[in-house]
């Protein structure tokens, strides 16, 4: 299979003038669906959006390369298009893209990607982009492709090298989708290497596999190895060696600097300890940022735990609601369904505090911090302490947090003081030196300090417990606004990780409030954009619809693109509104279980028809203040 056989006359444009990256996009979608290999196009559209969300596909150089594996799609295929005055992709470069090609990939069979690959790596080839580009018609655009293939990958390949040289630099590259930016960042990292006169091989991790994997030899021998990757790729290897981890993003823009860098000897030498924190490659983050990052590494994964756990045990509630069973004692267990739903949900919620420890170790110091940290946040969950090792002052979620960093940043300390050690005993620290010791001091920090922060977990408990009605609106206005002030950023993950660590002590009334007021900013924009759309562009009004979706499912950063627009108003507005749909939800005595799903857990919301009351309220004063403070567009004005 060659390029021009994923590509046909019916997918292909040429001097095209989209006016947005928005609009390209489309008109590569249709170029794709008059091929005939797409069955679906709105699935296929999602998979290309959801790609486009992780970073942009435009790569510099004028060259865009949208790409997506979907059930949508019948068969691989290309869709290309020439822009002569170009359309801001939102490529790496700040510069217009020009030459856009959009890959459509099964999610079943990988033949194609060896295609794919060429494609990618030919188009590294500037005068190959200017022949495309100049080309009069589709006959001559398929015909420049088809000729450069066929030089550059010809039927009889040349021999490879001869391998008694030692390679000095070795690569990795791997993107998220493995289509296109890994095969990229291999071509650049080649073409450096042979610009600076330096042998280079690079592993490729795309979608079909690991090609041109590295031997131990070729590990054994190198200089250094560049690992430019944005997913996980095997590290183990490269014990004891040279490495730079970064961007695969880097690895197209700087494979020159990387190669020097390797060099030089200006790389730090690897050692597979899981130490996350030397590792990374955003170093340069400040430690604020690190700490942020490794909290929220542990509530995404505690959320599964939460979300399930707590949907059960709501639906046990209801069940026995239904049932006419007495509110007492026995209430969500008074029938042999709810109390199955009950029984499971509980055991979920058990996991949930050590699970959240347990991910915060490790996303510090690795494997070893999972352990530590796991066990460290069990003991916080059952209240651990030298009087009492079985447990009776739980300092549940604070209790996690402690164990969790205290956990991680204690086995980093541990594998520094393992690094003196004789390299005899390399091979027992990760499975006995490293576990024992953490073990042992994350057990005595954790009796030590589970009385101090017991006390301060209760006091939190028995203070949202006896907060006054009054109060608890306030707090519920406070959460509310808070969770539309960034709309995914460190207030609004502030005020969820509060809601969550209320659920953990029984409180479900604050988790109500902080989920209804994440629910109001998309909701009020979807509002606005329909009946006050003299507010709005022609672009904003046509997206609008979506987010009444967004709301409704409790993605509040649906309404960042229009925030972001326009901040000092929309912001405002937002808050506004979120805070009156909290404040309600409070006062209403409205209670939730599952930290999120938006309407979709509505059913087991406590006091629900208030509560949807609450969210319509709040997200009409969003959408009056936004009335009140946006302007009319110019375009309507006129």
């Known amino acids: 299979m060659r390029i021009v056989d994923l590509l046909s006359k019916e997918s292909i444009q040429l001097n095209a003038s989209p006016k947005s990256k928005a609009e390209a996009i489309d008109m590569l979608i249709s170029l794709q669906v008059n091929s005939g290999k797409i069955t679906d196009r709105e699935e296929y559209k999602k998979g290309i959006l959801a790609r486009e969300e992780m970073s942009s596909t435009a790569v510099g150089e004028g060259i865009a390369i949208p790409h997506a594996k979907s059930s949508a799609v019948k068969a691989p295929s290309l869709a290309a298009m020439t822009v002569p005055d170009g359309v801001d992709y939102e490529a790496m470069d700040d510069e217009p893209s020009n030459l856009l090609f959009m890959i459509a990939a099964p999610n079943d069979g990988d033949v194609h990607l060896e295609v794919l690959s060429r494609l990618m790596t030919i188009l590294m080839d500037e005068d190959f982009r200017e022949k495309l580009l100049n080309a009069k018609d589709k006959d001559e655009f398929l015909k420049v492709i088809d000729d450069m293939e066929s030089e550059k990958y010809p039927d009889q390949p040349e021999k490879e090298a001869a391998t008694d040289a030692r390679i000095r630099v070795l690569a990795v590259t791997a993107c998220p989708t493995g289509i296109a930016h890994t095969y990229m960042a291999a071509e650049a990292l080649e073409k450096a290497g042979k610009k600076l006169g330096v042998t280079i091989k690079v592993e490729t991790n795309g979608s079909g596999g690991a090609k041109n994997v590295l031997t131990k030899e070729e590990i054994a021998q190198c200089d250094g190895i560049i690992v430019a990757a944005d997913k996980t790729v095997e590290m183990s290897r490269f014990d004891g060696k040279k490495v730079i981890r970064t961007k695969v993003s880097d690895g197209i823009k700087i494979p020159e600097e990387l190669i020097n860098r390797i060099e030089s000897g200006d790389a730090p030498e690897y050692h597979h300890t899981g130490t996350v924190a030397s590792e990374n490659p955003d170093d340069g983050e400040n430690f604020g940022r690190k700490i942020y990052k490794h909290l929220m590494n542990g509530v995404s994964n505690m959320l599964p735990f939460t979300v399930a756990g707590g949907i059960f045990i709501a639906l046990a509630f209801l069940i026995d609601t239904i049932a006419g069973a007495p509110q007492d004692s026995t209430f969500?267990?008074?029938?042999?369904?709810?109390?199955?739903?009950?029984?499971?949900?509980?055991?979920?919620?058990?996991?949930?505090?050590?699970?959240?420890?347990?991910?915060?170790?490790?996303?510090?110091?690795?494997?070893?911090?999972?352990?530590?940290?796991?066990?460290?946040?069990?003991?916080?969950?059952?209240?651990?302490?030298?009087?009492?090792?079985?447990?009776?002052?739980?300092?549940?979620?604070?209790?996690?947090?402690?164990?969790?960093?205290?956990?991680?940043?204690?086995?980093?300390?541990?594998?520094?003081?393992?690094?003196?050690?004789?390299?005899?005993?390399?091979?027992?620290?990760?499975?006995?030196?490293?576990?024992?010791?953490?073990?042992?001091?994350?057990?005595?920090?954790?009796?030590?300090?589970?009385?101090?922060?017991?006390?301060?977990?209760?006091?939190?408990?028995?203070?949202?417990?006896?907060?006054?009605?009054?109060?608890?609106?306030?707090?519920?206005?406070?959460?509310?606004?808070?969770?539309?002030?960034?709309?995914?950023?460190?207030?609004?993950?502030?005020?969820?990780?509060?809601?969550?660590?209320?659920?953990?002590?029984?409180?479900?009334?604050?988790?109500?409030a902080v989920m209804i007021g994440g629910m109001v900013p998309p909701i009020a924009i979807a509002l606005s954009t329909t009946f006050f759309k003299s507010r709005w562009t022609d672009e904003e009004r046509k997206n609008g619809p979506v987010n009444y979706i967004m709301g409704l499912s409790f993605i509040t950063e649906g309404a960042i693109p229009y925030a972001a627009a326009d901040p000092l108003r929309v912001i405002p507005a937002c808050i506004v509104g979120a805070a009156t749909a909290g404040g309600l939800s409070m006062a209403f005595n409205c209670t939730l279980m599952a930290p999120h799903g938006g309407v979709f857990v509505f059913a087991v919301v406590g006091n629900w028809p208030l509560y949807i009351l609450s969210l319509a309220i709040g997200s009409l004063v969003g959408m009056v203040m936004l009335a009140i403070l946006k302007k009319k567009t110019v375009s309507d004005i006129s």
């Open 332 to 512: 969500g267990t008074y029938t042999a369904a709810a109390e199955f739903f009950k029984t499971i949900g509980n055991f979920a919620f058990s996991f949930m505090i050590p699970v959240l420890a347990g991910y915060i170790g490790m996303s510090i110091a690795d494997r070893p911090g999972f352990l530590v940290g796991l066990v460290g946040g069990y003991l916080a969950s059952t209240g651990s302490t030298f009087t009492n090792v079985a447990g009776d002052v739980p300092s549940g979620f604070l209790g996690a947090l402690l164990a969790g960093f205290a956990g991680g940043f204690l086995m980093l300390g541990i594998e520094r003081l393992c690094d003196k050690m004789p390299k005899a005993l390399n091979g027992i620290k990760p499975v006995l030196i490293y576990p024992l010791a953490g073990l042992g001091i994350i057990a005595v920090i954790m009796c030590a300090v589970n009385p101090f922060m017991g006390m301060i977990n209760t006091g939190l408990s028995n203070f949202l417990e006896n907060m006054g009605n009054s109060s608890k609106i306030v707090l519920g206005c406070i959460l509310g606004g808070m969770m539309s002030i960034d709309m995914g950023g460190p207030f609004n993950k502030a005020a969820y990780v509060f809601g969550t660590a209320a659920i953990a002590s029984g409180s479900y009334d604050v988790m109500a």
